[in-house]
């Protein structure tokens, strides 16, 4: 994964990689069978781990007693950390979102639904239960919270290093919060 986000995909060879994971070629041939196979199963691997750290927050948050609104702010910080501790796998993944000639891009379209589908569920029950406006829309709204986190961190990442992941969650928990505006406003 690192190896593919430093050089791109179509630069990266097969040997490359074979060579990066210390394996023989015919290792990663024998486990998937194209470069375009093997790059399907990064990404849904690495979703996949983005979604469950995102419903282990909710549930951590729910069995805590928290709102759920509480549990969409743990959300954020999981999403912040597992970013922090897998960069090159946003990396691919953002830079896939803007190519729609690849063979994965189902692949991608679903693994991406996963990752949604955990905020929407926590959207959904904030509105059933009266937190939340029923007005919302769930979907888009979810979206949105996945993409604040996802260009936040890029940001982060890319030009402020320096920041710590507790001054970045800060600032998304006050957007999340509605806590931007001026005082009195």
């Not at 569920?121 to 979907?139: F, K, Q, Y």
């Not at 936040?152 to 710590?164: C, E, G, N």
Request: aromatic letters at 6%.
């Amino acid at each position: 994964m690192t190896l593919i986000a430093e050089q791109g995909f179509s630069a990266t060879t097969v040997d490359e990689i074979a060579d990066r994971a210390g394996v023989a070629k015919g290792t990663v041939y024998y486990n998937f069978a194209s470069k375009n196979v093997l790059y399907e199963e990064l990404l849904r691997d690495g979703i996949d781990l983005l979604a469950d750290s995102l419903r282990r927050a909710a549930d951590t948050t729910a069995a805590r007693g928290g709102t759920r609104v509480d549990a969409l702010d743990a959300m954020i910080r999981a999403g912040l950390d597992f970013i922090a501790c897998s960069p090159a796998l946003i990396q691919l993944y953002v830079a896939e979102l803007w190519r729609t000639n690849r063979t994965w891009r189902a692949t991608l379209t679903s693994v991406r639904g996963r990752a949604q589908s955990v905020v929407e569920s926590v959207l959904r029950d904030a509105v059933e239960t009266g937190e939340l406006s029923d007005e919302l829309d769930i979907p888009l709204t979810a979206s949105a919270l996945l993409g604040m986190v996802l260009v936040a961190a890029l940001d982060w990442q890319s030009f402020q290093p320096d920041r710590s992941v507790e001054e970045v969650h800060a600032a998304l928990s006050r957007l999340l919060q509605g806590r931007v505006g001026a005082a009195g406003h």
